[in-house]
């Protein structure tokens, strides 16, 4: 039975009557993915199979996440309109994520972790893709998740959904709308993806390899060998480099609730943003002053994704870093900073860095009286200069890029909240 109720906040000019809603067990019915097979069976053969990642990541399925499997006929083989949904994940609000195929194949079918939804009338895909992805459709889904360690759904809750079904010439027309949006999304992506790359090409050229005195790609001007020194005498000759405190110096009964003073944790070198979760007094600050962050410090992860480095930039609010962090104090006569956030960046010395972790303990990560020892081969000041302000260059190019595609997202997220009901 058809139910009427109200139309979207936002509509395209043209379009005012009440949109119409639909179970989704009234219109269409379900179909199972891959069953009775074992490890064995997949990676080879000539049929195809969509992959559980290509149904959650893709609000339209890609044929490039497909796995090979042998053809066999009692098998349910996906067709063009079909939607996917997953039957479980670790948090109630990625369960049931959809994905709509809009490709004619044969011997197409699909994984065993989601189910199939074939529609009885017709719906305009993109209209599809973007409506079952809306916060409004998201949030009945995430209601009908069950579990506890893990959260799963049922096909037979699933039917019991209601969703807006205005006519097909909106639905076309929105659907084109997001079909833009994702394209424009997806251009960049790649944009992103290509500088990111060309970035990690850079930093393997313009740094020497081992056994060599010179990198392979070099500015003009420069032809003198890279000198070799300890890494000791790229840092500050009193306050190069500390770990941050262990033991009790930082327990959390220590914290409180408001204060101007804060602790630094791992995530602010790994992600390069400096938003604080602790806060500490002015006594525990004051009592911890010789690990206080101030800014041009560099911070470096010394556990977990070990090598992850970033600049510390300047109004940070005062206050320390913890024990899964290196700070280093750079000798600015000798040292370029732009060149020696790129140098540690640099694959040489991420595998370097990950290779010195000694074990599993936290205490025990990243041994810097050693590293301090280790001859590294490095140029003149002026060539220094050079390669950080490329590579500062090249960054600022790549945080621009991910604004806009952040933008962008944001952008579609409005527009999914505020063109369904």
Partial sequence: MKERLKA???????????????????????????????????????????????????????????????????QNQVQKGDVFFTTSSETPEEVGMSSVWTYDTKNVYLNSFTFGYRPRVSFDLNYMASML????????????????????????????????????????????FFKLLDDTIALHQRKLDLLKEQKKGYLQKMFPKNGAKVPELRFAGFADDWEERKFESLLDK?????????????????????????????????????ETRYNISKEKFEELHKFELIADDFIMSGAGTIGRISKVPKGIKKGVFNQALIRFRINKELTDSEYFLQFIRADFMQRKLTGANPGSAITNLVPMSDVKKWEIKVPIKEEQQKIGSFFKQLDDTIALHQRKLDLLKEQKKGFLQKMFV
Avoid: C
């Fill in 238 to 274: 009193n306050e190069g480099v500390r770990r941050g405190p262990f033991g009790s110096a930082l327990k959390k009964d220590l914290f409180v609730k408001e204060s101007p003073y804060v602790v630094y944790e791992q995530q602010n070198a790994i992600y390069d943003h400096y």
């Fill in 133 to 176: 992805r809306s916060p409004s459709i998201r949030k009945k889904i995430t209601f009908l998740a069950q579990g506890i360690s893990r959260y799963n759904i049922s096909k037979t809750k699933m039917l019991e959904i209601e969703i807006p079904a205005p006519n097909l010439s909106e639905q076309k027309k929105i659907g084109s």
């Fill in 8 to 74: 979207p906040e936002l509509r395209f000019p043209g379009f005012t009557d009440d949109w119409e809603e639909r179970k989704l067990g009234d219109i269409g019915d379900t179909f199972t993915g891959l069953t009775g097979k074992t490890k064995e069976d997949f990676g080879h053969g000539s049929a195809k199979f969509v992959t559980y990642v290509n149904v959650f990541q893709n609000p339209i399925a890609t044929l490039d996440q497909l796995d090979a499997v042998e053809i066999d006929e009692k």
